[in-house]
Nanobody
Framework: QVQLVESGGGLVQAGGSLRLSCAASGGAASRLAMGWFRRAPGKEREFVAR????????NYADSVLGRFTISRDNTKNTIFLQMNSLKPDDTAVYYC????????????????WGQGTQVTVSS
């Protein structure tokens, strides 16, 4: 079983920055691709970014491309999401996800999920 623990959320003004972290432990944590998703109030969960096991192939949603950067430190089984130029529309609960393959629309019960961390961007 893999456990994912997110941290780094908070309240920030528009234009500001935050850095999220997700630490993976247990089971096959060191052999999984990982990614970030978010769910805004009243909206469906959406893909934000993903990164492969080696960390050399990041991929982003169009809405965050050029503003967010995903990275991973395999020595610590941790991924990061550096979020710059934040907008009020980025307000959401951000979830870490791990699986053999990260699909932009994961099926029900697929892979592993963290508990989420709240990001609030004020205008």
């Amino acid at each position: 079983q893999v456990q994912l623990v997110e941290s780094g959320g908070g309240l920030v003004q528009a234009g500001g920055s935050l850095r999220l972290s997700c630490a993976a432990s247990g089971g096959a944590a060191s052999r999984l691709a990982m990614g970030w998703f978010r769910r805004a109030p009243g909206k469906e969960r959406e893909f934000v970014a993903r990164i492969n096991l080696s960390g050399d192939t990041p991929n982003y949603a169009d809405s965050v491309l050029g503003r967010f950067t995903i990275s991973r430190d395999n020595t610590k089984n941790t991924i990061f999401l550096q979020m710059n130029s934040l907008k009020p529309d980025d307000t959401a609960v951000y979830y870490c996800h791990a699986d053999r393959i990260i699909f932009t629309r994961p099926g029900p019960g697929s892979g592993y999920w963290g508990q989420g961390t709240q990001v609030t961007v004020s205008s």
